[in-house]
């Protein structure tokens, strides 16, 4: 399961339409509370594998990078931020945070498809 924080409804639509076509399990997260029970639902047969943010909502994603680090059992799950290419810094924030990968939103729109596949089994991006 890839559990994804998306900025505006356009994003969380081709996420999670993607991920539908290529029958991957996922599911949004829009505040810790929402992330906590997502990984509260993960289980043997469909774990959480990824996290995937938009560094457009900084705060947001920052936090979540930091609930997952935070938490032993939930080390295994991959961080992948995505956000505008002019972001350096807070694409170092978000590495510096724990982030597994950063990339540019363009990078992110051109291969949706085959980072969620990699991200689902648990490859890198």
């Not at 505006?8 to 076509?21: E, M, V």
């Not at 990078?65 to 935070?70: E, L």
Request: aromatic residues 4%.
């Amino acid at each position: 399961m890839i559990l994804y924080l998306a900025a505006d409804l356009l994003w969380a639509s081709k996420i999670k339409g993607t991920a539908d076509a290529l029958s991957i399990p996922c599911r949004p997260v829009r505040t810790l509370e929402m992330l906590e029970a997502r990984l509260g639902e993960s289980t043997a047969e469909n774990p959480a594998r990824a996290l995937l943010l938009d560094l457009d909502k900084a705060d947001e994603a920052l936090a979540m990078i930091a609930r997952v680090r935070s938490e032993e059992r939930w080390r295994g799950v991959r961080v992948v931020c995505f956000g505008p290419h002019v972001l350096k810094e807070l694409f170092q924030r978000a590495r510096d945070a724990g982030a597994d990968e950063v990339m540019p939103r363009g990078s992110l729109d051109a291969r949706l498809d085959e980072v969620l596949l990699r991200l689902e089994t648990g490859g890198r991006v």
